[in-house]
């Protein structure tokens, strides 16, 4: 049953009773009424006739601005308009305020789902811009390397070292990518972790790479923390990538209580923090490599809001000190 008619009902059946119980006291205080009820059954027939007009009418006058907002959706489902014009047409009359505020609800949903829209093309700009750059380099290389049978052996390792970076760049940025994937539609998997062992782990896995650099990599500290191991390597990883790519001598991973830090003794940051974890908008800062920072540290970010906990930028005596503390 629509609520149209619900409403009809309703309002019908309460016009009714209210009559028909004045009429019914009204009959029952004459005394030189006659006893007869065919007059007091055609007055309730009547006032049954004129309750449910007046319950129609009603319910029409109740409904008439929720099925103008029906209307208002219909034509935004059949529109052609782009995603930038999309917005409710303007009432013909004064809507309730019910009605009103229920307006103001879709077009903000309307905004809301524009500027989703908007993030996701950009996103997808973004992606194929620092995509293509690594991968581009790599068959160039490739090339190079197929064309090229006199380069000697020093010269083809260098290449195939450049072909590998390139390489890595684009797992890393894809890897990321669904870990931020990941983060939006997954709770995180908790467990105690040891956050020494974890700092350990990182200084192996890019110990040979630090010392090609020239940079003395070490780790200080202990804690534990209940969080998601997979995030926080992640987390880890790229915090500490951007540190040994920017590191002149020294960087230093350290643990606490739920919390680890990154510092390094780099030029430091070229902007704010708050600019460098907006996604994928490190292609439009100067002086950020495209898809070396950007996603990353958004993804640091966000596991440490998932864990309760925030990523800062700390006072250093030189070069950056990043903080990433995982709440209680």
């Given at each position: 049953?629509?609520?149209?008619?619900?409403?009809?009902?309703?309002?019908?059946?309460?016009?009714?009773?209210?009559?028909?119980?004045a009429m019914?006291?009204v009959?029952?205080?004459?005394?030189?009424?006659?006893?007869?009820?065919?007059p007091?059954?055609?007055?309730?027939?009547?006032v049954?006739i004129?309750?449910?007009?007046?319950g129609?009418?009603?319910?029409r006058?109740?409904?008439?601005p929720?099925?103008e907002?029906?209307?208002s959706l219909?034509?935004?489902?059949?529109?052609?308009?782009?995603?930038?014009?999309?917005?409710?047409?303007?009432?013909?009359?004064?809507?309730?305020?019910?009605?009103?505020?229920?307006?103001?609800g879709?077009?903000?949903?309307?905004?809301?789902?524009?500027?989703?829209l908007?993030?996701?093309?950009?996103?997808?700009?973004?992606?194929?811009?620092?995509?293509?750059?690594?991968?581009?380099?790599?068959?160039?290389?490739l090339?190079?390397?197929?064309?090229s049978?006199?380069i000697?052996?020093?010269?083809?390792?260098?290449?195939l070292?450049?072909?590998?970076?390139?390489?890595?760049?684009?797992y890393?940025?894809?890897?990321?990518?669904?870990?931020?994937?990941?983060?939006?539609?997954?709770?995180?998997?908790?467990?105690?972790?040891?956050?020494?062992?974890?700092l350990d782990?990182?200084?192996?896995?890019?110990?040979?790479?630090?010392?090609?650099?020239?940079?003395?990599f070490?780790v200080?500290?202990?804690?534990q923390?209940?969080?998601?191991?997979?995030?926080?390597?992640?987390?880890?990883?790229?915090?500490?990538?951007?540190?040994?790519r920017h590191?002149?001598?020294?960087?230093?991973?350290?643990?606490?209580?739920?919390?680890?830090?990154?510092?390094?003794?780099?030029?430091?940051?070229?902007?704010?923090?708050e600019?460098?974890?907006?996604?994928?908008r490190?292609?439009?800062?100067?002086?950020?490599?495209?898809?070396?920072?950007?996603?990353g540290?958004?993804?640091?970010?966000?596991?440490?809001?998932?864990h309760?906990?925030?990523?800062?930028?700390?006072?250093?005596?030189?070069?950056?000190?990043l903080r990433?503390s995982?709440?209680r």
């Open positions: 049953m629509s609520l149209r008619l619900q409403l009809a009902w309703v309002i019908g059946a309460m016009t009714f009773a209210s009559s028909g119980a019914i006291g009959w029952l205080g004459n005394r030189d009424l006659s006893p007869s009820l065919l007091m059954l055609a007055w309730g027939v009547l049954a004129l309750s449910a007009l007046m129609f009418f009603l319910a006058a109740l409904i008439n929720v099925d907002l029906t209307r219909a034509y935004l489902r059949g529109t052609d308009r782009g995603l930038a014009e999309l917005r409710l047409p303007k009432p013909q009359a004064n809507p309730p305020l019910e009605v009103l505020q229920l307006r103001e879709f077009n903000e949903l309307l905004r809301h789902i524009k500027g989703l908007e993030a996701r093309e950009a996103t997808y700009a973004a992606l194929t811009h620092d995509l293509k750059t690594p991968l581009l380099a790599s068959i160039r290389a090339e190079y390397l197929e064309t049978d006199d000697g052996p020093e010269r083809r390792k260098e290449v070292h450049q072909l590998r970076e390139e390489l890595a760049r684009s890393r940025l894809v890897e990321n990518l669904l870990v931020a994937s990941r983060l939006e539609v997954q709770k995180p998997q908790l467990e105690v972790v040891n956050l020494r062992a974890l782990d990182l200084r192996l896995r890019y110990a040979r790479e630090a010392e090609r650099r020239g940079v003395r070490q200080e500290g202990s804690g923390a209940r969080a998601d191991r997979q995030l926080l390597d992640r987390a880890l990883t790229n915090l500490t990538e951007n540190a040994l590191a002149q001598s020294s960087l230093i991973l350290r643990a606490g209580e739920a919390w680890l830090e990154v510092e390094d003794d780099g030029p430091g940051l070229p902007v704010s923090l600019r460098l974890t907006e996604p994928f490190s292609v439009q800062l100067r002086g950020v490599r495209a898809g070396s920072a950007g996603l540290l958004y993804v640091a970010k966000r596991v440490a809001e998932v309760g906990g925030r990523l800062e930028a700390l006072p250093a005596a030189s070069g950056t000190r990433l995982l709440g």
